[in-house]
């Protein structure tokens, strides 16, 4: 029955969709030159590692203050990613994904065993995703975003957000810079190229404005990144957050 109105809604949001010339192939023969092994934060003493079989990801662990959370990647005998097990403390969950033309379309959120949302994707016809949907199977749409982009780096997104009390729409743009982004390195292989739902980069980003799109004068928050860089990667990061000019500085460093 699930997956009977899960098919509904793909068809019903998005209809049809055959990617040509995708820009983003999900399983490249090439191997990174560096695999991105850890990431550690210094102000809240997060760390983040990855384990790799050959070239693709099969374990991401994050330790933190918190406790831990872990994501579990499984492949099927196509090579495509099947699934994906995250374990943590509030929300543990499995992932399970659908493909078309090689290009994940869409995937399901379990819990509990049940189905708690899916996640819809709709792709351009060179396989960049311009248009994301989440779904709950209790409260109905939860977020819709549209991205705009420039190449292979994502130019600005508007998501908008139906889980308050009222709807709101946010604008988010960006500024890169013309490097590699390690976090393309780890996922790009599995096909699951997102963090946070959002699409990953081929450039890291270096300015990030967020703003509401009904009132653009209003309170913007901006974000700034400055990196260090080996070869074609970053390796340490300073972050900086400005909310009506109040600085909130993370250090971060990359492991290869």
Same mark, same amino acid.
């Given at each position: 029955?699930?997956?009977?109105?899960?098919?509904? %809604?793909?068809?019903?949001?998005?209809?049809?969709?055959?990617?040509?010339?995708?820009?983003?192939?999900?399983?490249?023969?090439?191997?990174?030159?560096?695999?991105?092994? &850890?990431?550690?934060?210094?102000?809240?003493?997060?760390? *983040?590692?990855?384990?790799?079989?050959?070239?693709? %990801?099969?374990?991401?662990?994050?330790?933190?203050?918190?406790?831990?959370?872990?994501?579990?990647?499984?492949?099927?005998?196509?090579?495509?990613?099947?699934?994906?097990?995250?374990?943590?403390?509030?929300?543990?969950?499995? %992932? =399970?994904?659908?493909?078309?033309?090689?290009?994940?379309?869409?995937?399901?959120?379990?819990?509990?065993?049940?189905?708690? *949302?899916?996640?819809?994707?709709?792709?351009?016809?060179?396989?960049?995703?311009?248009?994301?949907?989440?779904?709950?199977?209790?409260?109905?749409?939860?977020?819709?975003?549209?991205?705009?982009?420039?190449?292979?780096?994502?130019? &600005?997104?508007?998501?908008?957000?139906?889980?308050?009390?009222?709807?709101?729409?946010?604008?988010?743009?960006?500024?890169?810079?013309?490097?590699?982004?390690?976090?393309?390195?780890?996922?790009?292989?599995?096909?699951?190229?997102?963090?946070?739902?959002?699409?990953?980069?081929?450039?890291?980003?270096?300015?990030?404005?967020?703003?509401?799109?009904?009132?653009?004068?209003?309170?913007?928050? %901006?974000?700034?990144?400055?990196?260090?860089?080996?070869?074609?990667?970053?390796?340490?990061?300073?972050?900086? *957050?400005?909310?009506? &000019?109040?600085?909130?500085?993370?250090?971060?460093?990359?492991? =290869?």
């Amino acid at each position: 029955m699930y997956r009977i109105v899960f098919s509904l %809604l793909v068809v019903f949001i998005f209809g049809a969709c055959s990617p040509e010339e995708p820009v983003f192939p999900p399983n490249p023969v090439t191997t990174p030159p560096e695999k991105f092994l &850890k990431e550690y934060y210094e102000e809240n003493n997060l760390m *983040q590692s990855f384990e790799y079989d050959s070239n693709r %990801l099969v374990l991401q662990k994050t330790y933190s203050s918190r406790g831990e959370s872990s994501f579990s990647f499984f492949y099927g005998l196509n090579g495509r990613l099947d699934s994906t097990w995250v374990r943590q403390r509030v929300f543990p969950r499995d %992932l =399970y994904f659908h493909h078309e033309d090689s290009l994940i379309t869409s995937f399901e959120v379990w819990n509990g065993g049940r189905i708690r *949302q899916w996640v819809l994707f709709d792709r351009d016809n060179r396989g960049r995703i311009v248009r994301m949907v989440r779904v709950s199977l209790a409260s109905g749409l939860l977020l819709d975003v549209r991205f705009e982009w420039d190449g292979a780096n994502i130019l &600005k997104y508007e998501a908008t957000d139906y889980r308050g009390l009222t709807v709101a729409t946010y604008v988010y743009e960006f500024k890169y810079d013309e490097f590699r982004n390690p976090y393309r390195s780890v996922f790009h292989a599995t096909g699951f190229n997102f963090i946070d739902y959002i699409p990953l980069t081929e450039n890291n980003w270096l300015e990030l404005t967020v703003y509401r799109k009904d009132d653009p004068a209003g309170t913007k928050v %901006l974000y700034t990144n400055v990196f260090g860089y080996g070869g074609n990667y970053p390796f340490v990061k300073e972050s900086t *957050q400005v909310i009506d &000019k109040v600085r909130r500085r993370i250090y971060a460093e990359y492991k =290869y």
